[in-house]
């Protein structure tokens, strides 16, 4: 079907950033919306960005709105997620996953295709 696979995830300092890729493979047609989710330890897993595959249209949630960036390459079935500003709260395992549906919103349950995730980890 789907295949989600997370890379550049890393250890980076307080202030610093990193960016994040999320290749997608198969029948990608079938989705239509990609999200970014994360999940600390001890912590339920929230969800982070998203964004249209057709029109390109993002949605952020509160905690990284004007630090964190969501975009994507069609060409090359990728996702980005750069992340600006870091701070030791944002340490988490950062999940891809990719919906079916046309208005996933925020919750995970509506996402169908899941990556395997990558570690960040912020200093302070």
């Not at 999940?39 to 709105?65: C, H, L, M």
């Not at 600006?84 to 340490?91: G, Q, V």
């Amino acid at each position: 079907q789907v295949q989600v696979v997370e890379s550049g995830g890393g250890l980076v300092q307080a202030g610093g950033s990193l960016r994040l890729s999320c290749a997608a493979s198969g029948r990608t047609f079938s989705t239509y919306v990609m999200g970014w989710f994360r999940q600390a330890p001890g912590k339920e897993r929230e969800f982070v960005a998203r964004i249209s595959w057709n029109s390109g249209r993002t949605s952020y949630a509160d905690s990284v709105k004007e630090r964190f960036t969501i975009s994507r390459d069609n060409a090359k079935n990728t996702v980005y997620l750069q992340m600006n500003s870091l701070k030791s709260e944002d340490t988490a395992v950062y999940y891809c996953a990719a919906a079916r549906s046309y208005h996933p919103g925020t919750y995970s349950d509506n996402y169908d295709y899941w990556g395997q995730g990558t570690q960040v980890t912020v200093s302070s």
